[in-house]
């Protein structure tokens, strides 16, 4: 007798570094989302896929909502925003360190009248003092009405078996929409590409963070054993392209040899990169090259 199969969609949602993505890649068991303690780190929304013996469950990491700047900000915010009316849970991450701000209110308003079940998970619990804890849990109890309070540390992983245990009760019959062994739904290049991004943002620090994108140009297979990658980080102005080489082009040697390792790790590919630096003014208002680097519109 066939064992009934359960699965479905999961929204993952709240303000720039309440821990999205580092939950992602915990439930998921390796990076595919890229992390940094900058907010508005990701751009797209990106799945990463978890199965079990009779489930699946396909988690969709979304852009932090914030009030947008440019093109790209309020496109962000559309995509974070829009998935909330396309998954069975919603998963409502708040960063229990940070105090309740316009943000946060102007995210529990949008939850409060959606018929998808919320879940709202108090993250980074091992920074909170646990006598914190319990008037915390309260103050969200009168603010929404969830399915829910996890308080969770997606960082060390506290927690999480708890939360999928009730997330499975939530999940409709369905099939199960991906092999097995699949850990997300993102083209090679595009996980590619943001792993560079993500190293530019660590080595860069504040100079250049939001003004980056990064096009994959040519993935090549020159050997059995290797990979050849070659591709171009996007700025806006000259100085930031400067910054970004460094002297001697001794930061771009950095990014580049710090995304290989991370590369050559989800691949399980030796990598050859080759990595380019290129000007494109003010592209995070110009909805062609905004197309062109995958932020749709």
Known sequence: MNKEHRSGFIALIGRPNAGKS???NYLVGQKIAITSDKPQTTRNRIAGILTGDSWQVILLDTPGVHKPK?????QMVKTALNTLSEVDVVYYLVDATMPFGSGEAFLVDKLKNLKTPVFLLLNKIDMLEKKALLPLIDFYQKKLDCETIV?????????????????????PEGPQYYPAESVTDQPERIIIAEMIR????????EEVPHAVAVGIDIIERRSEELLYVSATIYVERDSQKGIIIGKNGDVLKTIGSRARVDIEKM?????FL?????????WRNRESILQELGYKQ
């Open 70 to 74: 440019d093109k790209l900000g309020d």
């Open 267 to 271: 691949l399980g590919n030796k990598i």
């Open 22 to 24: 580092t939950l992602l």
């Open 151 to 171: 308080p969770i540390s997606a960082r060390f992983g506290e927690n999480i078996d708890s939360l999928l245990k009730a997330t499975l009760l939530h999940l």
């Open 198 to 205: 993500e190293k530019v943002i660590q080595v860069t620090r």
């Open 274 to 282: 080759e990595l380019w630096v290129k000007v494109k003014a003010d």
